[in-house]
């Protein structure tokens, strides 16, 4: 029986833990994690998002160390578990002085709470036997986060942050599908397969083709394929470790992880094809894990219908039943088939649906971008991000592990450091194969081991993975808020682009510049601005680059020809239409006369532009002054060219000529271009608005 003396000391045990905890997670929520530069950002606040849900574990913690009933041990496991809350308290203490953005404190940190918190949630011995009703709650738990995913990628929708690559050009793909036309898209002048062998698109044409929105149907896909695999995750744990806690602790721990969040995000780039092999992968482990091999390579050899480089991890896990299970037939045929399909995708497939050679063995595999140092620390940043919230236990079962050195590999040797990151697909298939390593290392840690204690590896793992995904991962319950992925400059109305898109009919065919294509997704054709076809309409914002080409260079391209008129304009947002119904916009913004109400001037402000009439009128009840100005090329134009306003100091612009609807190098000559501000001003500016010009600005 415990003593009195005993029962206080680990109450004070119980107490300093979880004042360290706490000192722990509020100092950390002051810091955000930038994911894509690893590197961590003091934001001097504290982040309330992730440090309610942190709070929550402390309560839970708490009630725990109240309620669970202690189990006998060692003194030597108390001045272990003693250390690492020592341990955690240390490196919070030198992150404070140090004040370093380098992530690797924060990882420390991270590892040395989840083991802490892991040996005393031991303290706790959960009453659960049933497995039906872990996976229903396993079920439940996805279907929130799913849901939450869902809304993230709406978000970035109506921020203008999800990029026509690559959802958009999977949504055109399944779009052309569902009429007949196949796998074809407008602005890659091919079939989606000649970038990629996605054969398994086919499966979700069907969808497309009762009445399902293909973009929606992807938005909803990508978050359904990757917490979904929770349970089979759950269902795999309760059956290999013939507990239904096991499960429960297993299926959370992946829909925690923070790679979820951040490959929802993609860096704006939203579904990825990967993602959809995400639980056939899991299934495929599963089910050889449990000894039906032949099952899970019939599985694993249809995720690579997905796309080709996942052939790559089927070989290796083909490579590893051979090697290590002893199962030279199914090993040896899952290899030799897995390699024979990567070279028939790379110099078949691909080759014949792009009407060229496989693009992809040099792309991203050129000139660095960064030195060789630089890259080294970003790679073992990466490789801490993918490991540490699954507790470093895939490194207890590093047989299984190495599976996924071809998907951890294609990452790492990109030159390119802004994908070597968990936000970035490559790596997709490495962490499944992770999971399921660190799954293994949990089992034969507590081989022979009664409950509770052979829970322990689990709450670690549950334990680094919620602290994962508060810290380093993406979403409203963690400390890095999802924001618009899109150039800070690209203001565009959500509501400007709908109303456009509800203006052109579905016959109309569209060039749009790289994010607005996302919105037009169901016209007849559709092209972007990095393309030479111009549609019927084109609808373009000056920020929208990705490409090299820059997107305004489609108005000048359209302008030229005499057909396009803008239908709308308002310096960023323009869009230009050929076809007939409402030009107003037009006749306010080109005229062949000088109108009566602004006063003729004549100004030469440079390159060829020159100032045809002007008047400021100041408005002293809003502090404001409205300006007219009409200009005219006095000369040929070589650019397309911005102004601007100054009065004395004071400075308003750069503006484009005409509210952006007609770049000064499509100005054509004897016709006048119109611009009308309202600009701000002080009670001094007002009464010098004589002294108001325009100038070029760059």
């Not at 504290?46 to 929550?56: M, R």
């Not at 404070?96 to 953005?101: A, D, I, V």
């Not at 070989?315 to 897995?338: C, Q, S």
Request: aromatic share 10%; charged share 15%.
């Amino acid at each position: 029986m415990e003593s009195p003396l005993a029962r206080k000391d680990g109450r004070l045990r119980w107490a300093l833990d979880l004042a360290v905890l706490i000192i722990g997670l509020v100092f950390f929520s002051r810091f955000e994690y930038d994911w894509v530069r690893h590197r961590i950002i003091d934001t001097q606040t504290v982040q309330w998002a992730g440090l309610s849900l942190a709070f929550v574990v402390c309560a839970i913690f708490a009630l725990i160390g109240m309620i669970g009933r202690p189990r006998e041990r060692e003194e030597r496991i108390h001045r272990e578990e003693v250390w690492f809350s020592l341990i955690a308290f240390l490196i919070v203490a030198t992150q404070y002085l140090l004040r370093t953005e380098s992530p690797w404190l924060l990882y420390a940190w991270i590892m040395a709470v989840s083991v802490r918190c892991a040996g005393f949630i031991c303290n706790w011995q959960p009453r659960l036997s049933s497995m039906p009703i872990a996976l229903g709650m396993i079920a439940a738990m996805a279907i929130v986060v799913t849901g939450i995913h869902v809304r993230i990628q709406m978000f970035l929708w109506e921020s203008m942050s999800l990029g026509y690559h690559d959802i958009g050009l999977f949504a055109r793909a399944l779009h052309s599908a569902a009429e007949g036309n196949g796998l074809w898209v407008d602005s890659l002048g091919r079939s989606i397969l000649g970038e990629h062998a996605f054969v398994a698109a086919w499966a979700l044409v069907p969808f497309c083709r009762l009445g399902f929105d293909p973009l929606t149907l992807l938005i909803l896909a990508g978050p359904l394929a990757l917490n979904g695999t929770s349970v089979i995750i759950a269902w795999y744990v309760c059956r290999r470790f013939e507990s239904a806690v096991a499960g429960l602790i297993a299926g959370a721990a992946w829909l925690l992880l923070p790679m979820h969040g951040c490959l929802i995000i993609a860096h704006g780039y939203g579904f990825h094809e990967s993602y959809v092999a995400v639980p056939l992968i899991a299934w495929g482990l599963a089910s050889a894990l449990l000894g039906r091999y032949r099952l899970a390579a019939a599985i694993l050899l249809a995720s690579m219908l997905v796309r080709e480089d996942i052939a790559l991890t089927v070989g290796a896990w083909g490579a590893y039943v051979w090697l290590v299970e002893k199962r030279k037939a199914v090993g040896a045929a899952t290899l030799l088939i897995a390699l024979a399909y990567f070279a028939l995708a790379v110099f078949v497939i691909v080759p014949a649906y792009r009407g060229g050679p496989y693009p992809h063995l040099g792309f991203h595999f050129q000139d660095s971008m960064t030195s060789a140092a630089t890259a080294v620390g970003i790679n073992l940043s990466f490789l801490a991000t993918l490991l540490m919230p699954m507790a470093l236990l895939p490194l207890r079962s590093m047989k299984l592990a190495a599976v996924s050195l071809p998907a951890i590999a294609e990452t790492m040797l990109t030159r390119n450091p802004e994908l070597h990151n968990i936000g970035f697909q490559y790596y997709v298939p490495a962490m499944v194969v992770l999971f399921f390593a660190a799954l293994e290392g949990w089992r034969t840690m507590v081989r022979g081991v009664n409950a509770p204690v052979r829970h322990g590896p689990g709450h670690a793992l549950l334990g680094a993975a919620l602290l994962g995904g508060i810290y380093l991962g993406v979403g409203p319950w963690t400390n890095n808020p999802v924001r618009p992925f899109a150039n800070p400059t690209l203001v565009a109305s959500f509501d400007a682009v709908q109303a456009l898109r509800e203006r052109i009919p579905p016959s109309a065919t569209v060039t749009a510049s790289y994010r607005i294509a996302a919105h037009f997704l169901d016209a007849r054709q559709l092209w972007t601005t990095a393309n030479d076809d111009l549609g019927d309409v084109i609808v373009v914002h000056d920020a929208d680059v990705i490409d090299e080409r820059h997107p305004r260079e489609a108005l000048t391209r359209a302008l030229r020809t005499g057909s396009y008129a803008p239908i709308y304009a308002d310096y960023q947002l323009v869009a230009l239409s050929k076809l007939p119904g409402d030009h107003s916009i037009a006749d306010r913004l080109q005229s062949r006369n000088l109108p009566a109400d602004v006063p003729a001037v004549r100004l030469e402000i440079g390159e060829g532009i020159e100032v045809a009439a002007m008047l400021a009128r100041p408005i002293p009840s809003e502090q404001r002054i409205r300006v007219s100005v009409l200009w005219r090329a006095a000369g040929p134009i070589a650019r397309d060219l911005r102004f601007g306003l100054t009065l004395g100091d004071a400075r308003w612009g750069p503006f484009y000529f005409a509210k952006g609807a007609y770049p000064s190098n499509a100005w054509q000559a004897g016709w006048y271009y119109r611009d009308d501000l309202l600009i701000e001003a002080s009670a001094p500016q007002l009464l010098r608005v004589r002294e108001l010009r325009p100038v070029l600005l760059e």
